[in-house]
């Protein structure tokens, strides 16, 4: 269950940078906005499931005793989806200031 959660996580890792990489689809000046509710909404999606990941983390942390094989697998998973999670703090607060500075 462990590797195939990594799995996942990996491959919502790629799409996250790649969405990332794209940042003129999240400007509000985006021709398409087509383009940007679809990949704006799946780029919220991974980050959104990327906080159930580190619940999970917590929770498994806290009821449960593994071997240290799946112990750094949760490890490693935790570090996953702080590296998608936080990034996306980080932007949300961006857009938020950009957008209050506009509207004053």
């Known amino acids: 269950m462990g590797v195939l959660i990594l799995f ?3 491959v919502s890792l790629v799409f ?3 969405f990332i990489s794209s940042e003129e689809l999240y400007t509000s000046s985006a021709s398409d906005t ?5 990949e704006g909404c799946l780029w919220y999606f991974i980050s959104g499931i990327n906080v159930l990941f580190i ?3 917590i ?5 449960y005793s593994y071997k240290w094989f799946n112990q750094i697998i949760e490890l490693v998973s935790f ?3 702080c590296a998608i999670v936080i990034p996306t703090i980080f932007y ?4 938020y200031l950009k957008n209050k500075n ?3």
């Open 92 to 95: 949300i607060r961006k857009k």
């Open 55 to 57: 619940i999970r983390f």
């Open 79 to 81: 570090g996953v989806a």
């Open 8 to 10: 996942f996580q990996f």
């Open 59 to 63: 929770y498994v942390q806290i009821l």
């Open 102 to 104: 506009q509207n004053s």
């Open 34 to 38: 087509s383009i940007f509710w679809v």
């Open 16 to 18: 996250y940078y790649k």
